[in-house]
């Protein structure tokens, strides 16, 4: 099975942050959407659909761990990470995506085709899918 399978069937839609947004904006709009994590957008709006990294409920928790409740006025740039984003296509097996979860210790990867944002997909995604293919067919 492939990321593009789980896409076509998965009815979410992609929620984004811009990455000048505070801590407390990304924090609202995760608890409004009643997501984990968002994608983050470059601030450029020439930049188009593209993803600068993800930004997840264990940032929010660092913010506030390391800065107090000024954590939340930080900005969404200052805790993304600054290396390069970890991301996968349509054509990517799921194994090879659970490998990169697991290699890089992530739970969310945005999917990319034609260095546009095409959706995001989930361990929960990757894991449901891998539990559908082993379940015994009912006869």
Do not use: W, Y
């Amino acid at each position: 099975m492939k990321v593009g399978d789980i896409l076509r069937n998965k009815t979410a839609r992609v929620i984004t942050v811009r990455m000048n947004e505070t801590v407390g904006v990304a924090a609202q709009l995760m608890r409004a959407s009643n997501v984990s994590a968002l994608v983050v957008k470059d601030v450029v709006r020439t930049e188009g659909n593209t993803a600068a990294g993800m930004f997840t409920e264990r940032d929010v928790v660092r913010a506030i761990a390391e800065h107090g409740a000024a954590g939340v006025n930080l900005k969404v740039s200052q805790l993304i990470s600054p290396q390069r984003l970890i991301a996968c296509s349509t054509e990517d097996t799921l194994e090879h995506v659970r490998h990169l979860m697991n290699v890089h210790h992530i739970r969310h990867l945005p999917v990319i085709v034609d260095f546009a944002l095409a959706g995001v997909i989930s361990m929960r995604d990757v894991s449901s899918a891998f539990d559908e293919a082993e379940a015994p067919v009912a006869a």
